[in-house]
């Protein structure tokens, strides 16, 4: 992977691909979140039926992904996730910034994301990108937060 151009793609068709990545990347919140992932009740055919998906491709490989879905007065990013082998090499900046640029073209104000309450390094890597705290929601059946909501004003 080192020194391999990393591309950003919105054509990328293969969601069982998706649907293994997003399974092994998440693979390590396992016990350490309440209540698990939805992806766990996830298909690939459910991924696909999401809104929009960014595709980070490397020699062919896809090696990270973001879905977008369009809100009219915001970009909201879900599922965002680097394969084990690429991360640290800002393939999720590198994400998070094509979705910046297409709310910028749509003119859409602002991108919102959740991260889970126990994932502390989402919330210091989504800091320095940019993103402010805005929010905190339950899950339903919580009494306490279980998600932090994040925006960034484009």
Request: charged fraction near 25%; glycine fraction near 8%; hydrophobic fraction near 45%.
């Amino acid at each position: 992977m080192t020194g391999t151009v990393v591309g950003v793609t919105r054509d990328w068709t293969d969601w069982e691909a998706v649907h293994t990545l997003l399974t092994h990347a998440f693979a390590g919140m396992e016990g350490r979140i309440d209540p698990p992932s939805s992806l766990l009740r996830m298909s690939a055919r459910d991924l696909a039926a999401q809104s929009e998906l960014l595709a980070a491709v490397a020699a062919g490989r896809l090696v990270g992904c973001l879905i977008i879905e369009d809100r009219g007065d915001m970009l909201y990013l879900g599922k965002l996730a680097v394969s084990l082998d690429a991360r640290r090499r800002g393939i999720a900046r590198l994400l998070v910034d094509h979705a910046e640029s297409i709310a910028r073209e749509r003119k859409v104000p602002a991108l919102l994301l959740q991260t889970r309450i126990e994932l502390v390094e989402n919330h210091a890597t989504f800091r320095a990108m940019g993103f402010v705290e805005v929010g905190r929601t339950a899950h339903p059946g919580y009494n306490s937060p279980t998600s932090i909501t994040f925006r960034k004003l484009i």
